[in-house]
C-alpha cells in the first residue's frame, strides 16, 4: 500500500483543489465543505480511522486526492484480514461505519480483504447492545449499498419501540435528544410506505423542530453546539426536507446559515460558539455539507443512500497500455501509461438514462474527447474515446463495455442503467476476448 504523510496529503488537495475551492469563490456551501475536508485531510491517512472522510470524498462533492479513496480501500482490506474481519467484539457501529466507507470508496462490504463486513450488522444481539445507535447505524449502513439482509424489519420495530411520549427519540431518559432524534430519522427515512414509521417520522420531525433555539441553534445534552445542527441538516436531507423549510427557520436563520457560524478561518468547525477547532466537529460539519451539496444538486435520499441514484463508470484501454511500444508514436502518446482513461467515477443518473447517456454526459463534463455514430443500430455506437478509435489497435479493435462485470447483449444505448451499476469501458484488441468477453461458439 502506497504511504502518505499528512503534510504530502495537504499539498496534494492544494495542488488539485476540491470542488469546493472554486476560483470565483462558488457556492459558499461547497466553498466550506472544500475548507473543511482539507483541514481533515491534512489530519487523516486513506487508512482506517477515516471511514466518515471517506464517505464525504466518495460521495461525488468533492474531489478527493489522486489515488485517495483507492488507497483507502487497499488499507481496509489489509486491516480487515489481519484482524480476520473483527473490527470489534461490542461495538457494531464500527462495522457500519467500515460498510459505509467502503461503499462510499467504490467497493464492496461484503468482500473487504476477504470479510463480509455486512454480516456482523445481521447480529440482533450485537447490534442491540449498543442501544438505539446500533440499529439506527446498521440501517443506514445496510442501506447505503442495498446489501442484502432479512432483519431490517426487526431493526425498524427496535427503534419505534423506543418513540418517546414527546415524538422524539433518546439515547436514554425520556426526554427527547437532538442528536439521537436526527440519527435515527436518517435511519428510517427509506421506509415512510410503512405507516407507523411516516407517522413516527412527521413527530420526530416536528420535536426536532420544536428543539431549536430562537437563534437557530440545536443543543444536546444542555450544551448548543455545531454537532446537533450537523445532524439535523443530515436528517433533513435524507427526509428531502428542503434546508429552507419554515418550521426550521428561526428569525431568518436556517440550519445552514447556524452551522457555517461555527466555521474558523482554518476550515475547521469549532464544538462550542466561539470555541477552537475541533475535529469531531469538523467531522460531522462535513457531513452535513456534503449532504446539503447533494441535495442542492438534486440527489435524493441524503449523503447516506449511496447508491440509491448512483452508478460509477470507468473507462481503460489497458490492452492498448500492454502493447504501446508497437504502436506508432503519434499513438503512444494518447495511451496512459497506466491504462486509465478515467477512473472509477460515482455519477448520479436520473430515471431512463443509459450507459450511452451516462457515458456522453459524463465525457463531456470531464472535457474528453468522444465520437460516436448516430446511424449505427440503436444509436450511440461509440467510435473513439480520448482520441482512440475503433481499428486503431488492429481489425479486431474497438469500444466495448460491461456492466457489473457483465458484457450485454444490448447496444449501450439500449442498455437502461440501475443505481448501484459499475459501468466499465475497455478497448479491446479481439473482439472482446482479451478483456474477458468471450463469445460461446
Known sequence: MKKRTGALLLAL??????????ADGGDPV???????????LALQEPAHGGEWLAVCLGSGVLDPPSGWLEDYLESMAEYAAGCDGVLSQR???????????????GGDARDVGGWDLTLPLQDYELVTTQGMNGP???????DSGGYPADIREQYIQYLLSRRLADGGFAFRGD???????????????????????????????????????EDGNWQSWGVVNAESCAQVILALCALDVSLDDPRFTKNGAGPLDVLLTYQLEDGSFSHLPGGESDVTATRQALEALTAAALASEGQTGGLFRLLSNVCTLEIRCDVLTSRKGTFPENMQQLIPDDGVILPQTRVAITQGETVFDILQRTLREEGIHFEFSESAVGGGYVQGIANLYEYD?????GWQYSVNGIFPSLGCAGYTVSPGDAILWQYTCDLGADIGNVYDE
Open 13 to 22: 488537495v492544494l495542488l488539485l483543489g476540491c470542488a469546493g475551492c472554486a
Open 30 to 40: 461547497l466553498r466550506a465543505a472544500g475548507d473543511a475536508a482539507e483541514y481533515l
Open 91 to 105: 461495538q457494531s457501529t464500527e462495522y457500519s461505519l467500515a460498510v459505509l466507507a467502503v461503499t462510499a470508496a
Open 136 to 142: 439506527a447505524y446498521a440501517l443506514i449502513a445496510l
Open 175 to 213: 426526554t427527547a435528544d437532538t442528536d439521537m432524534t436526527a440519527i435515527v430519522l436518517q435511519a428510517l427515512a427509506p421506509y415512510q410506505e410503512q405507516e407507523e414509521v411516516a407517522q413516527a417520522v412527521e413527530e420526530a420531525l416536528a420535536r426536532l423542530a420544536s428543539l431549536q433555539g
Open 393 to 397: 489497435g488492429g481489425e479486431l479493435s
